[in-house]
């Protein structure tokens, strides 16, 4: 059986072959692309000639069929589908080049995306963000939306230094521009579940009796955007989360379920403490690592329209990550133990 690193070669090597006769001269690269949390993912790319367009194929999944017995051939055979697919880009992409150095396009398209500050110190030291809490934005534009998703590219500060702008001036666009591109949605947790079940061919008569409403202060309340994706960022929203506010009748608990949702619980469903708990351990078993946004709870306080930590503090989350970067060197005969960090 092949290793990752012969399976990534391999792929490389037989692709060309492998795709019809008019993509015969198509240049394959193999890279590496550092998703959110910095997850690793390894693709290749494969470029018509006379194009500028690549469509992108990451090879970790593939490879994980091939490891739980699928067959090579069949394997790879699913790889050239993929490629031949999405190697035509699109018409509006032909000339994405083009409008991504036009500012004027950009300052239009460009949204904000919620991300974990610690665990993307890599990606933020080369992009444009704003830090609240222990969490920071950064900022997308917007290329394109269909029923597969979205299609965007993330703003480094090269392109901000392009642009001639400030990541002041992208923050405040980013906060504008996203609330009209991909504005907010907030449904309580029976309506989520009736309309998935609709989906599934369930009468309406029998959802209502199966998911009755509950009082606001007992019922959870999902928020994200249009498009489900990268959803996040809508807790951010301040007007939002004051009317949900006025319709529970108390201050929120926001989960962080997902980079592409949260959830909004009264804070009478409970202490800060048992709610993070809740929200590590979904974390743990049942949201992808690529996916995470934060094992804290926040709070927001209806009168001074304010969200901040609930279960902890900024400086209690800074004192630990000091502590944990601090080791003791094992003391050798003649010598002390010496602090070093790492």
Request: glycine share 4%; proline share 4%; hydrophobic share 40%.
């Amino acid at each position: 059986m092949l290793n990752f690193s012969e399976f990534q070669d391999y792929v490389k090597m037989t692709i060309p072959e492998r795709l019809p006769e008019e993509y015969q001269g198509a240049q394959i690269r193999s890279h590496e692309v550092e998703k959110n949390n910095g997850l690793v993912l390894h693709g290749i790319t494969v470029t018509p000639e006379d194009s500028n367009i690549a469509p992108n194929i990451y090879l970790d999944g593939y490879f994980k069929q091939y490891e739980e017995g699928k067959d090579l051939d069949e394997v790879l055979d699913q790889i050239t589908h993929t490629v031949v697919e999405h190697i035509k880009a699109p018409e509006e992409f032909s000339n994405v080049a083009e409008k991504f150095q036009d500012f004027d396009f950009v300052k239009n398209n460009v949204v904000m995306v919620a991300v974990n500050t610690e665990r993307n110190a890599k990606l933020l030291s080369q992009v444009p963000h704003h830090e609240i809490e222990d969490l920071s934005l950064i900022y997308k534009v917007m290329l394109g939306r269909d029923s597969e998703g979205t299609a965007t590219i993330t703003i480094r500060n090269e392109h901000m230094a392009m642009w001639g702008v400030t990541a002041d001036e992208l923050h405040e666009l980013a906060v504008a521009n996203t609330k009209e591109i991909l504005p907010i949605t907030i449904q309580s947790m029976n309506e989520v579940m009736r309309e998935m079940f609709g989906k599934d061919g369930m009468p309406a008569e029998m959802a209502d009796v199966m998911f009755e409403e509950m009082p606001p202060t007992q019922q959870m309340y999902v928020i994200s955007n249009a498009a489900k994706v990268n959803g996040a960022a809508s807790m951010f929203y301040e007007d939002a989360l004051s009317e949900l506010s006025k319709k529970v009748g108390t201050d929120l608990y926001i989960l962080p379920s997902s980079v592409h949702e949260v959830i909004a619980v009264s804070t009478e469903m409970g202490t800060p403490e048992a709610l993070s708990e809740m929200v590590r351990e979904v974390n743990g078993t049942q949201v992808s690592e690529e996916e995470q946004l934060s094992d804290h709870v926040y709070r927001f306080d209806a009168a001074k329209r304010t969200l901040s930590l609930a279960d902890t503090t900024m400086e209690e989350l800074k004192k630990a990550a000091g502590a944990e970067n601090l080791s003791v060197e094992p003391a050798t005969e003649g010598s002390r133990p010496r602090h070093t960090h790492r």
